[in-house]
């Protein structure tokens, strides 16, 4: 069982209890007060476990949550004081392994990191098994889909927005399928794709919007689900069927610059379909994202 903890709370006492308790069982806890070094925190000291609160001030818990499974498969626990049954759905369909409402026993937070770490093998940076012999490279295009405003679509009506995003995932699983793709993961209200074609993934991306788009007209503007869309050619890591490397985070990064119901696809994707489909493109500039070196060129296509 592994014994490094990152600890994220915005209450001091309560890290400097925490910490003390765990540190008593020779846990080695690393404590946080907000989200801004948390992503840094896991690439450096590869924790085998995050304790997250979600009630952080700025980013909260759960935004904080994408971020890590988009980059990390290291176990996470949700402490927070919003312990309703919309919160504790959200926070594990976002990929979050257990869940603990405030105010708690030492005890049984202990109690769960062990059960948690137990199940979950210790895993690296970007959270590949370094033993593994199945660990290999692969040149594709990878798809990243999230819906815009699911936090409040959840808010409003949970029942509605889970089974409506039941119903739309399902949908773009079978355009995935039919263009020759693989649905890798689906928390929460994200997805992720691949393809052994970049030409067969925009594609699959123009027939998911131009689909979800007639499905979303017939509903009232505030009910929409609208889902944005990101597509990068690359090179990944692949780990017992998951995807993993700058490949994966930068359709992920470039998913948050298309519009809702929009296609954003970076530079190494334009290159390859440029010529190949008729689609129009509009370059929207060179963008820096979060964790990659170099900016990153994008187009959006238009639908």
């Given at each position: 069982?592994?014994?490094?903890?990152?600890?994220?709370?915005?209450?001091?006492?309560?890290?400097?209890?925490?910490?003390?308790?765990?540190?008593?069982?020779?846990?080695?806890?690393?404590?946080?007060?907000?989200?801004?070094?948390?992503?840094?925190?896991?690439?450096?000291?590869?924790?085998?476990?995050?304790?997250?609160?979600?009630?952080?001030?700025?980013?909260?818990?759960?935004?904080?949550?994408?971020?890590?499974?988009?980059?990390?498969?290291?176990?996470?626990?949700?402490?927070?004081?919003?312990?309703?049954?919309?919160?504790?759905?959200?926070?594990?369909?976002?990929?979050?392994?257990?869940?603990?409402?405030?105010?708690?026993?030492?005890?049984?937070?202990?109690?769960?990191?062990?059960?948690?770490?137990?199940?979950?093998?210790?895993?690296?940076?970007?959270?590949?098994?370094?033993?593994?012999?199945?660990?290999?490279?692969?040149?594709?295009?990878?798809?990243?889909?999230?819906?815009?405003?699911?936090?409040?679509?959840?808010?409003?009506?949970?029942?509605?927005?889970?089974?409506?995003?039941?119903?739309?995932?399902?949908?773009?699983a079978s355009h995935v399928r039919s263009h020759q793709g693989r649905v890798v993961d689906s928390p929460g209200d994200n997805l992720l794709a691949e393809f052994g074609s970049v030409v067969h993934?925009?594609?699959?991306?123009?027939?998911?919007?131009?689909?979800?788009?007639?499905?979303?007209?017939?509903?009232?503007?505030?009910?929409?689900?609208?889902?944005?869309i990101g597509v990068n050619l690359g090179d990944v890591v692949i780990d017992r069927g998951k995807l993993y490397g700058d490949?994966?985070?930068?359709?992920?990064?470039?998913?948050?610059?298309?519009?809702?119901?929009?296609?954003?696809?970076?530079?190494?994707?334009?290159?390859?379909?440029?010529?190949?489909?008729?689609?129009?493109?509009?370059?929207?500039?060179?963008?820096?994202?979060?964790?990659?070196?170099?900016?990153?060129?994008?187009?959006?296509?238009?639908?």
């Amino acid at each position: 069982m592994g014994n490094k903890v990152l600890l994220v709370d915005d209450d001091e006492k309560l890290r400097k209890l925490v910490a003390e308790y765990l540190e008593g069982y020779g846990f080695q806890v690393t404590a946080l007060p907000d989200s801004r070094s948390v992503l840094s925190t896991i690439r450096n000291e590869s924790p085998d476990i995050v304790i997250l609160d979600i009630m952080l001030p700025g980013k909260d818990g759960l935004e904080v949550l994408k971020e890590i499974r988009s980059e990390f498969s290291v176990a996470v626990i949700m402490l927070t004081a919003k312990g309703d049954d919309a919160d504790r759905i959200v926070g594990l369909e976002l990929g979050a392994d257990d869940y603990l409402p405030k105010p708690f026993n030492p005890r049984e937070l202990l109690a769960r990191i062990k059960a948690v770490t137990r199940r979950i093998p210790s895993q690296g940076v970007g959270g590949a098994d370094v033993t593994s012999q199945a660990i290999r490279r692969q040149l594709k295009a990878i798809l990243s889909a999230d819906v815009k405003d699911y936090s409040r679509l959840m808010s409003e009506n949970e029942m509605w927005t889970i089974q409506t995003l039941k119903n739309y995932r399902s949908l773009i699983a079978s355009h995935v399928r039919s263009h020759q793709g693989r649905v890798v993961d689906s928390p929460g209200d994200n997805l992720l794709a691949e393809f052994g074609s970049v030409v067969h993934a925009a594609e699959c991306a123009v027939e998911i919007q131009r689909n979800l788009s007639t499905r979303n007209k017939t509903l009232p503007d505030d009910k929409r689900m609208e889902y944005r869309i990101g597509v990068n050619l690359g090179d990944v890591v692949i780990d017992r069927g998951k995807l993993y490397g700058d490949g994966v985070n930068i359709a992920a990064r470039i998913e948050k610059l298309a519009d809702p119901g929009g296609i954003a696809v970076s530079g190494t994707v334009y290159d390859e379909i440029e010529n190949k489909l008729p689609l129009s493109c509009e370059f929207i500039g060179e963008h820096t994202v979060k964790n990659i070196q170099k900016p990153i060129r994008v187009y959006r296509i238009k639908i």
